[in-house]
Structures are given as structure tokens and as C-alpha cells.
């Protein structure tokens, strides 16, 4: 048996002295309150705690925790001093964390019994069940554009300002977004909808720009009847959802950002480089979008998958052919360049997160750093993921979700 087939057979819960391990809600607590830690710090312990009855060698543990990559042994030994600062440990005490000299390092606490260290009913559900069923609608936007929304869950309401390339038909098979739909649903009731030239809103709708991409966010909260809810925003409908909470301060209760930003491409000041990126983007968009050649879609994938697998690359080249056209992916790419409400952050009320990728590529760090700064007292976490768009597997989407469900309340 593997070390990941070892782990995969494991307790979803530990529990030892007044601290608890729950990989399933990716959280380590301490008597009521999580004590909050880094990916790579979390994934540390999970493998010494899991492998409770051995020594775990240091090169086990940077083939679980750094997936084999290179990285010196420093790296490793930050992390367990981490651990220990986590626990109140420490390398004289060792009361959890035993070094064990040249070999690596083992877990010593006394585990409360394996057989009693299983998910508690709250636990288990969110692990196993289904995502709730969807129901979809349609309603008409001022200028008669069709729109589809879909409500799913109960709960505190939750709106989604629409972003690029979704399909409310295929988005919960769908691996780049169903992840998402599910851990939402199953917390919240949560609406969201396809924007207008996308998924099963109309495609054929002529010219748009961002005030009618708001308009269509009022539309479908008017749709459903809502007078208060949260909002969330990721990456370009984070600007529509900063947009809509500066115009309805009185309807949004809590704000979520993630991996969005303030000001596009052409508003930027940038450099040589990118302004040759962006007009890639837009060239392989009109040359590439519709071709069954997936090459030049794949590009994109790059761009917001960078270390997703290669099923995660197929997933999202699906996904962008099913989900709108060439001419409609030429002119979103163009309005999102043109984006600019730094203006309206200001005028934010609600309480604000922001989450973003510390690598991201399309929308580097910077620019969340910046929309946190314009939005009066939000709060910015910095994700340890390369990827625009968090996929399921990797420990950063836990850290997510962990921090919505921790804001949201």
C-alpha cells in the first residue's frame, strides 16, 4: 500500500488532547477555534498524523507534500517548526512532533482511538453527499435578452455575479466548475447565472458592455426576490459584483472576491510583454475559439490551469467550446480589458474578502492586492495555488472554502 493509499484509507478526523485534524473541512482546531496554518504546514501534519505508528522520512514527505519537486531541506524544516508553533510545541519539548535524528520525523501524541476518530454527522455529510438539485429559469433583461439563472441549496441566500465561460446546464459535470457549484450549494441557496452571450443565456445579443453585465446581475436578483444576500465575484464578475454592491448597498450583506481585480488589461499601465500577451489572446480567440483543433484553446487552459493535469486541460478546452462563440469570446476578452471601477470600491459598504492566488497568471497578485486596498476595510488572503481557478485536488481550494464559510456567517 502507498503513502497516498495509506492516507486515502485513513480517519477523515483525528482527535488528540483538545486538538482536532479534519482533513474533510481541511481545518485544524482547537477546542472551538481553528487554528489557521498553511497549506503545506496542514499537509505536514496530516502525513505525520496518519502515519502515526512510523517514522515519516523526509523524502517521503517531500514526495507527498511537494509532489517530488526540488526543494531544499529548509523548506521541510520550516514547515515542522510551524507545526510545532501550531501545536505549542517545540523542538526541545517535543511533545507531538519527535525528531527522529537522520531518519525524519514522528507523531507522538496520544490519538482519543481510530475507531472513534471518524467524521461527526455534519462531517460526513459534507463529504458525501450529492450536489443538491438545480432548478433553472429564465427571465428577461430590459433590452429583452434572454438570461437563464439557476437556484440550488437552501440556506443564507448566496448570489454568483456570472463570469466568462459558464453553462448552467454542464457546469455541475463539469471539473472546472462543479467543485464550486456543489460546496456552495450544499452551504448556501445559491443563485448564479449564465451572462448575456454565454451557456444558455443568448448568444446572438449584438454588442455588450459592463454596465449591461450589472444590469443582468439586477435583473436576476429582481427575478428571484431577493432584499438582501451575499454576493460573490470571481475573476471578471468580481468588477460586476464590486459594481452592484456600490449602487445596492442596501441588498448586499457580505461581499466575496476571488481572483478578481479593479482595473483590465487596456487600463493597466503594462508592459511590452503583456501588451503582446493580451493581443495573443485576442488573436488566437478569433483564430482558434471554433476549430477542433484544441491547440489554440489550450492556451488559455495554460493560462488559468497552469498546474492543473491534463484532464483538467481537456475539461476547460470543453468547457470554453460549449459555453459561448468565437465573436462572443473576441468581444468579452475586449470588454474585460476595458474594466475600470476603482471608483466604485470606495463607495463598498459591506464587508469585504478578497482571495487570490499568490502565482496567478492572468491576474497576477498585484492586482488583488490593489482591489483589496480600494475596497474600505476588506480583508486579503493569499492563496498558495498557480491557478486562476482553484481546482478540487489542490490544498488551496480547502483554505477557500474553509475561508467563505468562515466569512459568510
Not at 453585465?213 to 464590486?242: C, I, K, N, P, Y
Amino acid at each position: 500500500m502507498t503513502s497516498a493509499d495509506a492516507l486515502s484509507s485513513s480517519p477523515r478526523v483525528w482527535r488528540w488532547d483538545d486538538y482536532v485534524l479534519d482533513l474533510g473541512r481541511y481545518e485544524l482546531r482547537a477546542g472551538d477555534s481553528v487554528i489557521r496554518v498553511e497549506p503545506q504546514v496542514f499537509d505536514v501534519l496530516t502525513q505525520l498524523v496518519s502515519h502515526h505508528d512510523r517514522c515519516v522520512s523526509k523524502e517521503e514527505l517531500f514526495d507527498t507534500v511537494w509532489g517530488g519537486r526540488f526543494v531544499g531541506e529548509a523548506a521541510l524544516t520550516s514547515r515542522i517548526k510551524a507545526v510545532r508553533r501550531a501545536l505549542g510545541d517545540d523542538g526541545e519539548a517535543q511533545r507531538y512532533i519527535r525528531t527522529v535524528r537522520g531518519r525524519g520525523y514522528r507523531f507522538v501524541g496520544t490519538l482519543h482511538g481510530e475507531d472513534s476518530a471518524t467524521p461527526d454527522e455534519a462531517s460526513v455529510e459534507h463529504v458525501v453527499r450529492e450536489t443538491p438539485r438545480q432548478h433553472i429559469a429564465f427571465a428577461r433583461a430590459a433590452d429583452g435578452v434572454r438570461l437563464a439563472y439557476a437556484e440550488s441549496g437552501d440556506g443564507p441566500p448566496l448570489v454568483k455575479a456570472a463570469n466568462w465561460m459558464t453553462h448552467l446546464g454542464y457546469d455541475s459535470e463539469s471539473p472546472v466548475w462543479r467543485h464550486g457549484v456543489r460546496e456552495m450549494s450544499l452551504r448556501y441557496r445559491f443563485i448564479r447565472y449564465d451572462e448575456r452571450g454565454c451557456g444558455l443565456s443568448d448568444w446572438d445579443v449584438g454588442d455588450f458592455t459592463f454596465d449591461d453585465w450589472v444590469a443582468d446581475l439586477e435583473t436576476v436578483v429582481d427575478a428571484v426576490g431577493l432584499d438582501r444576500f451575499h454576493l460573490m465575484g470571481v475573476s471578471q464578475g468580481g468588477a460586476v459584483a464590486v459594481a452592484y454592491a456600490a449602487r445596492h448597498p442596501d441588498k448586499v450583506s457580505r461581499l466575496v472576491l476571488c481572483g478578481a481585480y479593479a482595473r483590465g488589461r487596456a487600463v493597466r499601465a503594462l508592459s511590452d510583454d503583456e501588451k503582446r500577451a493580451a493581443a495573443l489572446d485576442l488573436e488566437l480567440a478569433r483564430v482558434g475559439w471554433g476549430r477542433d483543433d484544441p491547440a489554440f484553446r489550450q492556451v488559455f487552459a495554460a493560462q488559468f490551469l497552469p498546474d492543473g493535469t491534463r484532464a483538467d486541460w481537456a475539461a476547460f478546452d470543453q468547457l470554453q467550446r460549449r459555453t459561448t462563440s468565437p465573436e462572443n469570446a473576441v468581444h468579452f476578452l475586449e470588454e474585460f480589458a476595458r474594466i475600470d471601477v476603482r471608483d466604485l470600491c470606495a463607495r463598498v459598504q459591506c464587508p469585504t474578502l478578497v482571495l487570490h492566488s499568490r502565482d496567478d497568471h492572468p491576474v497576477p497578485m498585484r492586482y488583488g492586492e490593489e482591489l483589496a486596498s480600494l475596497i474600505p476595510d476588506a480583508r486579503l488572503v493569499a492563496l498558495s495555488s498557480n491557478n486562476h481557478l482553484l481546482t478540487a485536488t489542490e490544498p488551496a481550494w480547502q483554505v477557500f472554502c474553509a475561508e467563505v464559510a468562515a466569512f459568510l456567517v
